[in-house]
């Protein structure tokens, strides 16, 4: 939180985001909620801390958002910062409660409510704030400018076409079938992504370009309970889709990004049917059609040898619906594939998710702590591997591994794709060819 001087906290906005925030929907799961507890053993705060009651899923609503109702906005600034610590840092929003209560209450949207608040009174993670800045001023959590990015597409391109003959990024091109978006870390930390999936979509010849705007998928402003912000960025990507007349969204591996583009940004954007102006794909999906439909081959004597295990992140999984597909790609690119138990939608959160990894290390310890139901699920694999299709789940999974000494290789689904697909010929570069040709 800032040590900005404080504003008094003003009841009527409260009232007014409580309302807004489907008030009738949410005081009906308040009431109905039997406090039975067959949610608690279903959230990972709760198994890695000793199974503390309050950190059980009902619980936290009761005591942050319920409170809130009950009081009718009439709250202090010291209750609201007793709120910040539970709707921030004991809940990621990754609704696998959900799936276990028997009326099925939703207590990651309740979560969402909450933070609403706080947000509107200036109680918010300092991380989260930074990125609202960003968004605000350039489009994009890093605060990135229009001609660093697209000077980074153009530097990736350059250097990739060395190794695939042919490999453009295009910027802006009108009626491409696919428009790839990316999370802002690429460009900014990790630019060789941009370039391994122009790689594939090259293999796949498929017609893809990468907006000039818009082009940072992902949505802290919703993690950080700001939906004015969440709507504003969202509807970037949707007005330059739509400006490219381009048939689809494409969103790099990053989980949230792909909760945000295809099912909240819709409303977080005024969109009142709650559908993208134009369809959203997730790249597991993608990856998934390239290599059904043979677009893309796996070569047999590169797939993974040593044992594997895929994360499903809880916003591509659970909440994207795209729990086979993911399997379904692992089992393309390894040969001896080990499920987490538990898995698919029923996977635990990695601990990193609804905006804990950019909150930084005011929330690290504890985002450690409770990581470790996660750590034990991928120790248990017995795998070497962990394939990951999800930014947030990287960066966690990767500091669990130090902290746990899990001795596992962390990857993307786009490392693994681009170290061990087929290269058809007219792909190569020109030495290889002639040297092929040699032999
Ligand atoms: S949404 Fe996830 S993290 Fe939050 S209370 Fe439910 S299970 Fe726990
Ligand atoms: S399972 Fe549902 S009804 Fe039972 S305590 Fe949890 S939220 Fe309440």
Redesign the pocket.
Known sequence: MSDEPQKPINTAKIREILEMNDGARMRMWLSICSRCGLCAD????YTANGKDPKLS?AY?VKTTLGELYRRKGEVTREFLEHCYEVIWGQ???????SMFCPFGID??SM?AAARGVCNSQGIVPEGLSRTIENYTTTGNQMGMSTDDFVETCSWMGEETAEEIRGLEIPIDKKGARIMYTVNAREPMYYPQDIAMAAQIFTVAEEDWTIPSTGWDCTNLAMFAGNRAVAGHVVKLMYDKAVELGVQMIAITECGHAYRSAKYEGPYFAGYRDGKPPVPVIHSVRLFYEYLRDGRIKIDPDKMLTEPVTYQDPCNVSRNGGLWEEGRAVVNYLAKDFRDMAPNRDYNH?CGGGGGFIPMGAEFKKRRMISGKVKADQIRATGAKTVIVPCHNCFDQIRDLNKEYNLGVKVVSFKEVITEAMIIPEKFLPENDVNEKGEE
């Open positions: 279903s959230c990972f705060f899923p936290k809940c990621t929003m990754c609704k696998r409660c207590i990651a979560i959160c």
